[in-house]
């Protein structure tokens, strides 16, 4: 899991990121993939958020099953606003999100279901920034790309 990883190179990111303009895509992911890693998700979080409160960046972050537990820390650590990448959570933490000014990231493959349209649908044109999400998001069997 990526969260033992950036246990071991979390020297590495605390040199980096003080000339890091652009963050991402850092976060907590409590699907059935990251359940078993919660806790210690949350210790590496919080030692990557104070390393970010020196000054503003740019931030996009994951939030899968995880985005009210990333709110109260963006809070907590008077961090933003970010962009929420792929937003799946709650309509209750999108409004959260977007009381706090955060932005949301819109994908194709987000339009495919009702709660993604619900998302997308809630979210301000000037709060909505969008992606292909490519390699990840296919269309027709391909790789999502920007059109040309």
Known sequence: MLVKK?????????????????VGEIGLDFSSEGRASQAEQVVSF???????????RFLTLHSR????TILDLLKEYHIGPVVFHWFTDSLDC?????????YFSVN??????????????RVPLDRLLTE?????????????????
């Open 6 to 22: 950036h246990r071991q190179e979390g020297a590495t990111f605390r040199r980096l990121v003080k000339d890091a303009d652009f």
């Open 94 to 102: 999108l409004e959260r999100g977007l009381d706090r000014g955060h």
């Open 46 to 56: 919080r030692n990557v958020l104070a390393c970010l409160q020196d000054r503003p």
């Open 65 to 68: 099953g995880a985005a009210s």
């Open 108 to 121: 194709v493959a987000m339009t495919q279901s009702k709660t993604g349209r619900t998302i997308v649908s």
């Open 132 to 148: 292909t999400d490519g390699p990840h998001v296919k269309i027709g069997g391909s790789s999502a790309r920007p059109a040309a």
